[in-house]
């Protein structure tokens, strides 16, 4: 029996990560919010990031979803003596995790390569800074479960050492169609899902936004999702304003609200994988052909169970022989996903 921590951040995040852990019952499974080092932590801890999963709301959906659901939390990954580690985000990667067994799992959409993107690759800036475009760059783990296999070859151009990839798909976006059996109450709307662009620093003409979804909607309903990270006052005032009438959610799953919607609107979300998965009409800041190119694998939902194979694989690697992998010293396996 093996000793396992599971690393959440977002809601999205930490159900995938318990998800992984329900197939992997015979083992010893911890569970922990995203945490950082240095002045990293010292930031985090003073309340000035609490627009990321380090602090504020994800940080507080994520350990009530662990407390609702009884798992065990070991913060930080204090207890220490982990076999494995499963994590689902290297933008920052904890010094206690590094010399452990540690497997990436894809999140979800990664942000567009923008020149901060570029700007922090050439100049070696921490990765945080370009966001999830970032994401697999660390090239601290061992094993990178992706969505696609489109994914796989945009994470290879970006620089991912092709033979650390496994195409998995991934948990909560790998069922899509499950979706269109839902007790959300409403149906025959234009759901509008926005994006908390203005609390990550970048540019977002909200007005203008707003203007364009009631033009789109034409006197149909509107329905506004908003991100959990989005200054809520500030975003209900401005639909009030611009879009009266239209019911506003800050909370609830918004795959069922996208199964009943008649339109979808985006701005960069991975929500925008399940409208276009469910044959939404579909609107937004986003290159259709490359969303198309990306989508995760449809697979019935069994994208965890993989990736808990791959994990069982990985537990039963001594930890010298990895070693060795990891210094080029052995050639790294082929990590075949098909029977898996």
């Known amino acids: 029996m093996a000793a396992i921590l599971f690393i959440g951040g977002s809601l999205n995040q930490t159900t995938?990560?318990?998800?992984?852990?329900?197939?992997?019952?015979?083992?010893?499974?911890?569970?922990?919010?995203?945490?950082?080092?240095?002045?990293?932590?010292?930031?985090?801890?003073?309340?000035?990031?609490?627009?990321?999963?380090?602090?504020?709301?994800?940080?507080?959906?994520?350990?009530?979803?662990?407390?609702?659901?009884?798992?065990?939390?070991?913060?930080?990954?204090?207890?220490?003596?982990?076999?494995?580690?499963?994590?689902?985000?290297?933008?920052?990667?904890?010094?206690?995790?590094?010399?452990?067994?540690?497997?990436?799992?894809?999140?979800?959409?990664?942000?567009?390569?923008?020149?901060?993107?570029?700007?922090?690759?050439?100049?070696?800036?921490?990765?945080?800074?370009?966001?999830?475009?970032?994401?697999?760059?660390?090239?601290?783990?061992?094993?990178?479960?992706?969505?696609?296999?489109?994914?796989?070859?945009?994470?290879?151009?970006?620089?991912?050492?092709?033979?650390?990839?496994?195409?998995?798909?991934?948990?909560?976006?790998?069922d899509l169609a499950s979706y269109r059996k839902n007790d959300f109450p409403y149906r025959g709307y234009v759901l509008v899902i926005t994006s908390p662009l203005r609390e990550t620093f970048r540019f977002d003409n909200r007005p203008a936004f707003l203007r364009r979804c009631v033009e789109i909607a034409a006197g149909r309903p509107l329905i506004f999702k908003l991100h959990p990270l989005e200054w809520m006052e500030r975003a209900r005032a401005e639909i009030a304003r611009y879009a009266p009438g239209a019911l506003v959610f800050d909370r609830g799953n918004v795959n069922p609200m996208i199964a009943n919607a008649e339109v979808v609107i985006t701005q960069q979300s991975t929500a925008t994988f399940v409208a276009l998965a469910l044959g939404k009409e579909l609107y937004t800041n986003l290159n259709m052909d490359e969303l198309r190119e990306l989508m995760p694998i449809q697979n019935g939902g069994t994208s965890a169970r993989r990736i808990a194979n791959l994990c069982r694989r990985l537990l039963l690697m001594p930890m010298p022989v990895l070693q060795q992998i990891r210094r080029g010293l052995r050639a790294r396996p082929r990590w075949e996903t098909d029977a898996l």
């Open 16 to 174: 995938m990560m318990h998800k992984i852990a329900q197939e992997l019952g015979e083992h010893d499974c911890y569970f922990s919010p995203y945490y950082a080092d240095g002045i990293e932590d010292l930031v985090a801890r003073s309340g000035l990031l609490n627009f990321t999963v380090l602090g504020g709301r994800h940080l507080q959906d994520t350990l009530d979803y662990l407390q609702t659901h009884r798992l065990p939390i070991d913060w930080r990954g204090k207890r220490g003596d982990y076999d494995l580690v499963v994590i689902s985000s290297d933008l920052i990667v904890p010094r206690n995790i590094r010399e452990k067994r540690l497997i990436l799992v894809q999140e979800g959409i990664t942000e567009p390569e923008t020149w901060v993107y570029h700007l922090v690759k050439a100049l070696k800036l921490p990765r945080y800074l370009a966001n999830t475009a970032t994401t697999g760059l660390s090239d601290a783990y061992d094993l990178f479960c992706v969505a696609s296999e489109g994914y796989a070859r945009l994470f290879m151009r970006k620089g991912v050492r092709p033979e650390k990839i496994a195409v998995t798909g991934i948990p909560n976006f790998d």
